[in-house]
């Protein structure tokens, strides 16, 4: 130690601050810890593991996330917590200024060495000779420091003690990842979940107030985003008005945040926390902050973002990198970033402050072109038999086989859906319906049934507004299939009647014959059989006139189905095995499997029983490489059913199970009609 530095640590050593063995108290700076904490025992049990292992790894800890998600009461009450074993003392510095602007660090330090008892008169100038007196004066103490809201790695840097005895918690706005060469350890602190923001407002307003009014209380919830800030804001509204209900309050704020003047104070602290953060970003990464908060979901890919705003990719990424830098947007798997849903709000509105109506929309259905080109490739792996009537564009397919495909929907489809309510709410009728045609291959393997109803009845009318009647007679056909499969045939035979008429007023074969052989389901579902087969051959013919053989396969086989219901097995036999030749060669494996399905029920009922188990088996592992719950549903129900039959319990049991548990998952009525179990 040099000479200044002895002479410091001595002067503080006969102060307040307090010298090891002299048994006084060290100074008690942070502010003091305020109710219960909620939520955060993951994040304390973090920390204390941090001061365990001090001796290996420096105690240098970064917490890190958005503002007002708690990160100083977090700090605070763990400080508090550990208050003993600090016994020279708890040291804050606030790292801001009002603005948001840095405090210069010799400002900062000359505030701690006059905490620690050092004479100002013996402080060092300059931040260089400054450091040095402190690192010197809190070598072999015990000591906490809280840094709170910092603004850059470099103004932390000059601050850091050298003793492994001092513990300093970083809290900040930015990640401070650079702090990672000080070897800091990095800790995020996530939104609180919906039951802590409960329990956090249980605490403040009592339990009997949330749960006279459950819809409010989760309003409330959700608006908050589960910020601790925004909920103690609340929080201490409803307190202070004991009887204003909270279905008023959730109404009041939810406007308030979209409002930017006349806020209540306590209100403005809230929106202060984003304001300070915003008015600190590069023009770029303002404008992708903006753009993010118009995108239909919370998570986007760079690549989406970077093809909507018409920018290289290497430009977005690093207004990506500001961005996440101020905690304004987070890391998402596949190459995505994600924005927290208060964030999101924040965007919007500013978005709709600062950029024209114009600008917005096209950002907007910008999102939309983009997700339903790459929707369209999709399906074209997903169904790639079906005729359409928009095609996908010519530029090269981004994905690449089938399994991509259907991945990418699966993970994507939330973002899917709100941009196709995105589109719904703007009118913009042309991708409402491409939405709704590109979406069949999907929902005929994965079959969510409500929300496709919702869907198509909405691209029904998109149809008409845009004048393709071909196109809504397609979409009313899908809606009538949705519906017979849910034993709706009233509506199902309703929308396959208007179908069958917009194809025979337009003299299209294609849309009579889909109609007719939809027709035949329904009729099928309600068990007039004759009439389903009627209806199937009449569909045949059409695809036959066509020269559709796909179309031809398909009826044939829906005829097998039915002739063997009706007891007629050669004929039934001859058609099926017709329509299993014909898929096979033209490469559909889903449709050879359930021609081979219905085959294999015959051959079962004939004592065939092995070739039988052999086409299901088959069948089976075809489906299941294709990743179609819905199909590999029906073929277990097949091979379940057999099994019991055969007197094979527990593989019925097995198979019937995992069926049963299929169609739940994609809200198939046919759950509820297996048996529970093998022998019921």
Known sequence: MNEPAKQLSATADTTTGGRPGTGAAGPVQIPAAAGDLVGREAVLERLDEIWARRGTRRPLVVLNGIGGVGKTTVAVHWLS???????????????????????????????????????????????VGRAGAFRAITAGRSLALLLDDAVSAAQVRVLLPAAPSV??????????????IDDATLVDLEPLGPGASARLLDTAIGAERLAAEPAAAGSIIATCGGLPLALGVVAARLRARPLRRLEREARTYARYLREANGLPEDIQDVQAVFD????????????????????????????VLAAVLDSPI???????????????LADAPDDRVKQHELLRRDARVRAERED????????????????????????????????????????????GDRAAAVAWWRRELPTLRATFAEAARNRWDDEVWQFCEASWGYFLHHRDYESWLSMSVTGVAAAQRCDRPLVEARLRAQLGFAYAKLHRYDEAVTENLAA???????????????????????????????????????????QAGLGNDRGVALGRRRCGEVLAELGRTPEAIAELEAAARAMSELGDANQHARAVMALASIRARQGEHHAAERLLSAGLEVVRRLDSPYY??????????????????QEARHHLAEARALYASIGDPRAAELPVAGGD
């Open 81 to 127: 917590r550990r208050r003993a074993e600090f016994p020279h003392g708890l040291l804050y510095a606030n790292l801001s200024e009002v603005d948001g602007s840095p405090v210069p660090p010799e400002n900062t330090l000359h505030g701690l060495l006059t905490s620690l008892g050092v004479a100002a008169e013996d402080i060092p100038s300059g931040p």
């Open 167 to 180: 513990v300093v918690l970083v809290t900040s706005r930015r990640r401070l990842a650079g702090l990672g």
């Open 276 to 303: 300070v953060t915003y008015a600190d970003l590069p023009g770029g990464a303002a404008r992708l902050y903006r753009v993010c908060g118009l995108h239909p979901g919370p998570e986007v890919a760079i690549e």
């Open 314 to 328: 290497d430009r977005v990424e690093d207004d990506v990198e500001t961005l996440f830098d101020a905690n304004l």
């Open 356 to 399: 024209p109506a114009a600008d917005r929309e096209a950002i907007a259905r910008g999102f939309a072109r983009w997700y339903l080109a790459r929707a369209q490739h999709a399906d074209d792996l997903i169904h790639p038999h079906r005729p359409r009537f928009a095609r996908s564009s010519s530029s090269r397919p981004p994905f």
């Open 500 to 542: 069958l008429r917009l194809g025979e007023q337009a003299g299209d074969d294609q849309t009579r014959a889909t109609a007719l052989s939809q027709l035949g389901r329904a009729a099928r579902g309600r068990g007039t059989l004759s009439e389903a087969l009627g209806f199937y051959r009449q569909a045949v013919a059409l």
């Open 632 to 649: 590999t549903a029906e073929l277990l129900t097949a091979l379940g059913q057999f099994e019991r039959d055969r007197g094979r319990d």
